[in-house]
């Protein structure tokens, strides 16, 4: 399997199934920059669930094992399910995973993406104070239907149900033990993740980060916790659990203990372009390959090229700079709800 030039292999794929969301969280799609009369991707120009279905099959000849579906927000394409069962036959694929901000996972909905072949879920809350909450999200929208969200997850039975977090300084920090207290114990698996540089128009700043380390030593400060290892040396996350044994949390410490050495991730956008890199600057045009050849040996040949020649390792180039702004920050970079998180 091909390995690129810092020899990490491709084993993951995150697949962007749509750019549009209902919320308009700060650090993703502020509402000053995507508001009435933002230019979403037509429908027309989306991947079609057989395109994406074909792409996952090249893919998995390549290596790729995991699919994670993301967005925008994923739960708003229609029949999501059916995507879901298309990929859990392809050969070699052992997990699917999906990202979602749960404003539309009913019961009904979470049982239908489990029975469907959804593993695991992530639910995106970044707040439990309801004025901290709204402040983020910009919509409006009843946090407590989240919530249910997460209960429903939780009741559909997926092999795990995280929440993620993003931790920005002066916004939610007083919120973090408040999500501790609430998760531990229930089976929920509460992820940190430091506020990052994605896209252009989230006003990112380094002294706006909470680090991992400051994470860790409040929830330490009421909640005794220690390390424990991987589940895999790939994984974001660095874990912790609880010494009560109820539970466990996760950090994902882009900004101050960048992981790109283990960065095992493709990213594959509503339309066809594949990123190898969430800081991407540029894609390389898949669809076209697709409506272009009827045989898929071109197109592995193609990705495996891209990989083969990748090098990317924008989060640690970021921590070695001396300067304040962020690495390439006068580049134009692809917005996080294009690719996905």
Same mark, same amino acid.
């Given at each position: 399997?091909?390995?690129?030039? =810092? $020899?990490?292999?491709?084993?993951d794929?995150?697949?962007?199934?749509?750019?549009?969301?209902?919320? $308009?969280?700060?650090?993703?799609?502020?509402?000053?920059?995507?508001?009435?009369?933002?230019?979403?991707?037509? %429908?027309?120009?989306?991947?079609?669930?057989?395109e994406?279905?074909? =792409?996952?099959?090249?893919?998995?000849?390549?290596?790729?094992?995991?699919?994670?579906?993301?967005?925008?927000?994923?739960?708003?394409?229609?029949?999501?399910?059916?995507?879901?069962?298309?990929?859990?036959?392809?050969?070699?694929?052992?997990?699917?995973?999906?990202?979602?901000?749960?404003?539309?996972?009913?019961?009904?909905?979470?049982?239908?993406?489990?029975?469907?072949?959804?593993?695991?879920?992530?639910? %995106?809350?970044?707040?439990?104070?309801?004025?901290?909450?709204? $402040?983020?999200?910009?919509?409006?929208?009843?946090?407590?239907?989240?919530?249910?969200?997460?209960?429903?997850?939780?009741?559909?039975?997926?092999?795990?149900?995280?929440?993620?977090?993003?931790?920005q300084?002066?916004?939610?920090?007083?919120?973090?033990?408040?999500?501790?207290?609430?998760?531990?114990?229930?089976?929920?698996?509460?992820?940190?993740?430091?506020?990052?540089?994605?896209g252009?128009?989230?006003?990112?700043?380094?002294?706006?980060?909470?680090?991992?380390?400051?994470?860790?030593? =409040?929830?330490?400060?009421?909640?005794?916790?220690?390390?424990?290892?991987?589940?895999?040396?790939?994984?974001?996350?660095?874990?912790?659990?609880?010494?009560?044994?109820?539970?466990?949390i996760?950090?994902?410490?882009?900004?101050?203990?960048?992981?790109?050495?283990?960065?095992?991730?493709?990213?594959?956008?509503?339309?066809?372009?594949?990123?190898?890199?969430?800081?991407?600057?540029?894609?390389?045009?898949?669809?076209?390959?697709?409506?272009?050849?009827?045989?898929?040996?071109?197109?592995?040949?193609?990705?495996e090229?891209?990989? =083969?020649?990748?090098?990317?390792?924008?989060?640690?180039?970021?921590?070695?700079?001396?300067?304040?702004?962020?690495?390439?920050?006068?580049s134009?970079?692809?917005?996080?709800?294009?690719?996905?998180?």
């Amino acid at each position: 399997m091909p390995e690129d030039k =810092l $020899r990490r292999p491709l084993h993951d794929l995150r697949i962007s199934v749509t750019d549009r969301c209902n919320f $308009r969280c700060g650090y993703c799609m502020p509402k000053d920059v995507f508001g009435k009369g933002y230019p979403f991707l037509k %429908s027309s120009t989306l991947l079609s669930y057989e395109e994406i279905e074909r =792409l996952v099959r090249i893919f998995a000849s390549l290596g790729v094992e995991k699919i994670r579906l993301t967005g925008g927000e994923p739960l708003l394409r229609k029949d999501l399910e059916t995507l879901v069962e298309k990929i859990h036959r392809v050969d070699g694929i052992r997990d699917i995973a999906i990202t979602t901000n749960a404003s539309l996972l009913s019961g009904t909905r979470a049982q239908s993406l489990r029975e469907a072949g959804v593993k695991r879920i992530n639910i %995106s809350l970044d707040a439990l104070t309801p004025e901290i909450y709204q $402040r983020i999200n910009q919509v409006s929208f009843p946090m407590e239907d989240v919530l249910q969200g997460v209960d429903n997850a939780m009741a559909a039975g997926f092999d795990t149900v995280k929440v993620n977090m993003v931790v920005q300084k002066e916004i939610n920090v007083p919120d973090i033990l408040p999500m501790v207290e609430y998760f531990k114990g229930t089976g929920v698996i509460l992820r940190f993740i430091e506020f990052m540089d994605v896209g252009n128009h989230n006003q990112w700043r380094r002294d706006r980060v909470f680090g991992a380390n400051e994470i860790i030593d =409040l929830v330490q400060s009421r909640y005794p916790i220690e390390p424990i290892d991987l589940n895999s040396r790939s994984e974001v996350a660095k874990r912790w659990r609880f010494i009560d044994g109820s539970g466990e949390i996760g950090v994902i410490s882009s900004i101050t203990q960048p992981f790109c050495n283990h960065c095992v991730r493709a990213r594959l956008s509503a339309i066809g372009e594949l990123f190898t890199c969430l800081f991407a600057t540029s894609g390389v045009d898949l669809k076209g390959l697709l409506e272009a050849y009827d045989s898929d040996s071109v197109i592995r040949q193609r990705i495996e090229a891209v990989w =083969l020649n990748r090098d990317d390792r924008y989060s640690m180039q970021r921590s070695q700079s001396t300067s304040t702004t962020p690495a390439h920050s006068h580049s134009q970079k692809v917005e996080m709800s294009y690719i996905g998180g």
